[in-house]
């Protein structure tokens, strides 16, 4: 790069983009960006899960640039569903959860990079080529060693034996939805209400959620989800 400018790829064939994100000035920008000095085409930008999961069947993008935290759902969601229909795509994270717990659980799910949004545009553009040539990627470099660690315990637990992937894999759907809720502080009788089940469930459900990840008691759960930027997933 000269003066400290971004050039265009020398890639022939432009690649093909959906971006999932809520926020729409950052799909502009990063839109603006890829198609200027990438060589990248956008075919769709959406921000939610389920427009995600439809346009991904129909119009099979060469990457999909993915936010975690989505209108509806997570983007995990989303890489599980691409994974499990295998479809035939490269997944890229650009999120601003950055705590390597959240990394981990992107790129256990099936992500081929995670980025930060706070990346420079060179950072982005590099991470995103290093995607599509077919090598997996974290940045900052710092978090690399993820890709090696993954790499190694997902070929020592062999991959058809369904190695659990999440750091929240033992709660079953509803287990998951209280652990969200109690990390966002919401009493029992809240979460009841917008379950739409008896608090006397909600507390079942509670001391299943701790049991099964070894806490203590509730404060453990919270602390543990703020760590690890588990709240909005």
Known sequence: MKNGELERTTQTSPTSVIHGDPQLLLRFGVKLLLTSKANCTYIGEYDSA?????????????????????RDSSGIEVIRYIRKEQLPMKVCILSGFEGEATVRQALHAGADGYLFKSCSPEQLIQGIQT??????????????HLQEQELREYRRKGARKGFPLDPLSSLSKREREVFYLLAEGHPNRTIAKQLFISPRTVETHRARVIRKLGFDNTADLVRYAIRNDLMSL
């Open 50 to 70: 389920e427009q995600l999961k439809a346009q991904l069947v129909e119009k099979k993008p060469d990457l999909l640039l993915l936010e975690l935290a989505l």
């Open 131 to 144: 995607v599509i040539s077919g090598e997996r990627i974290a940045l900052p470099s710092e978090l690399n």
